[in-house]
């Protein structure tokens, strides 16, 4: 049972390293070196080729390197019949509440303002916006946007979070559903996008969503670009609707040289870091997975093909 990784574009030295050391008799390929495509069995892989996977007939799982599906199931020709899993790791989510929590005390202490005038020594003392009078709303409460929930809660935030179907976490205030999202929005000062990519929350940030949420709103989206109409970003922030952002997903990445969000003074940009998946700690599940494939059970962490996450 041949097991391929699939990642143009991706170093993969440190994958097949750690891969070998929990599996030294793998039998392991990189892309394009594929040898005979019927020995492919399982699949690792970021950002295929579309139609890629239709030449090996005998795949029986197509495996995320992260924790995102979206790059996979856009392929139209995906083989319907074999099983997507994704990753969930503690780290990850670790990882980005981190991001979160950096985030939003950037913007709650006015980081980004003293950074600029210290490029201009300029001593100018700014009001610091206090956690417990701050609404923070997480837009999706899954592995990521529960761990960061938690942690805000933490920190003395009002925490809201949405998610599809209803989910209690202590401490914040859970809404459901696409008929409690205005509800949602009129409560949240800073908006945090952690939701999949799917057809129903591609550009989910957009001119009508910043519409409900209360005047100089913060947004951070470090989930996926698509989710964000950047367009509409740029004019909300214009009007004072939005105050400022915090983006870590475009939709072009690398974010191009003339984008104007590079030099816009209320936007900070980060490459697409804010939670990485280390091959150290996701490397045993995905042999693990690939070990269950070939004794005939079902990989764990399988996602919903239809429902896109
Ligand atoms: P997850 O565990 O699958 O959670 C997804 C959450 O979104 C769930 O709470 C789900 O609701 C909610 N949701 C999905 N569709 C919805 C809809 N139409 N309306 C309302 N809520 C909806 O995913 P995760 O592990 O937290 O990851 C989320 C995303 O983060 C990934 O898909 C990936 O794109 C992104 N990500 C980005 C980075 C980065 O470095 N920038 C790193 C890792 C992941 P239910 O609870 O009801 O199912
Ligand atoms: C990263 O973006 C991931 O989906 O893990």
Known sequence: MSFLIIAPGLKVDSWIKQLRALEPRLDLRVWPQVGDPDEIEFALTWNHPPGEFNQYKNLKCIA???AGVDHILRDPALPASVPVTRVVEASMAQSMSEY???SVLNYCRHLHAYHKDQSRRKWQPRVPLPAHKIRIGILGLGQLGADAARKLCHLGFQ?????RTSRKIPGVSTFAGNEA???FLSQTNILICLLPL?????????LTTFAKLPAGAYVINAARGAHLVEKDLLKALETGQISGACL???????LPEDHPFWDHPQIVVTPHISSLTYPKAVAPQIVDNYNRVKSGKAPMHVVDIERGY
Do not use: K
């Open 181 to 183: 999202l205005d509800n």
């Open 100 to 102: 979160i929590l950096l």
């Open 64 to 66: 995320s390197l992260g």
């Open 248 to 254: 870590d997903v475009f939709q072009i990445e690398p």
């Open 198 to 206: 799917t057809p129903a929350t591609e550009g989910i940030l957009n």
């Open 159 to 163: 925490v809201g979070g949405w998610s």
